[in-house]
């Protein structure tokens, strides 16, 4: 059986991505997609790409690349911008959005968020009514396999039977009406809903990478066996933290916080 490795949202976190990389080469894993997102948060983007780029087979775009490469950025605007460069900001500006691919009988396609923006959330397990994001919120899963413009796709293609996906941080498996939903976590972020206290000494079971594994027979469109399995890989995370300190990244302080509690900072600030 053929095997695919499913990363996304690795966000500059070089140290993660290495781990991972390396993580999916002793598993003899050959071909590697992302699901985009690789700048912002931490300090080294620009090491990030160009790992990607020799790594990876499918690269996809984020809302995070596609906000940070847009071409009128003025110098200075965004430390990450500044930091890619001009060559890095069109590669990332030109990736594409989505992508589909047949295994082992189904028509998997895989984009950041959704058919609908780069930003829009799916979240099976949490919602972000009353929030500041509820006005992207995707609340009926059926809607995460339209054909729409913004992915290019109209109703004469062919709906997918499996949907890969990142944008939350957070991995998840879903099935509905006969077909499945599946999202790798994060590499370089991992977020776990609920966590809201720096000094829970179990946030270590949490700021791991996380990635998925496909394993099928690619290309094929004949029925048969299809695996998902979730790697919640432990990385150095001390090691990250130690190169966000040494940088000038103005929110460095922060994304350290992050990173080591596997929690958004605004949902933890009363416990610090």
């Known amino acids: 059986m053929d095997k695919i490795a499913i990363i996304s949202d690795i966000h500059g976190n070089i140290t993660a991505l290495r781990a991972v990389l390396k993580d999916i080469e002793d598993r003899g894993i050959s071909k590697i997609y992302c699901l985009g997102d690789y700048v912002l948060k931490s300090c080294h983007s620009d090491l990030v790409i160009d790992l990607v780029r020799e790594k990876c087979d499918i690269l996809l775009k984020g809302n995070c690349d596609s906000v940070i490469t847009a071409p009128d950025i003025p110098k200075g605007r965004f430390w990450t911008r500044d930091l890619i460069g001009e060559e890095r900001a069109a590669f990332l500006r030109n990736l594409p959005i989505c992508y589909d691919f047949y295994m082992s009988g189904y028509l998997i396609r ?19 009514k009353n929030t ?26 062919s709906v997918p039977d499996i949907v890969g996906y990142g944008h939350i941080h957070t991995p998840n498996l879903v099935r509905i009406r006969n077909k499945t939903i599946f999202n790798p976590g994060s590499v370089g972020i991992p977020i776990e809903m609920l966590n809201d206290n720096y000094y829970d000494e179990t946030n270590k079971f949490s700021a ?44 460095k302080e922060r994304l350290a916080l992050e990173l080591k509690s596997a929690t958004n900072y605004s949902s933890m600030k009363s416990t610090l």
């Open 110 to 128: 895989l984009f950041h968020a959704s058919p609908f923006a780069l930003d829009y959330i799916f979240n099976p397990m949490f919602s972000n």
């Open 132 to 157: 500041i994001y509820s006005g992207q919120e995707i609340t009926d899963p059926m809607d995460m396999f339209k054909n729409t413009e913004f992915i290019g796709k109209s109703d004469n293609d």
């Open 208 to 251: 791991v990478a996380s990635y998925m594994i496909l394993e099928g027979i690619l290309n094929s469109q004949k029925l048969s066996q299809i695996n998902f399995n979730l790697i919640r890989l432990p990385y150095d995370v001390d090691r990250e933290v130690e190169l966000l300190k040494n940088s000038n990244l103005p929110s």
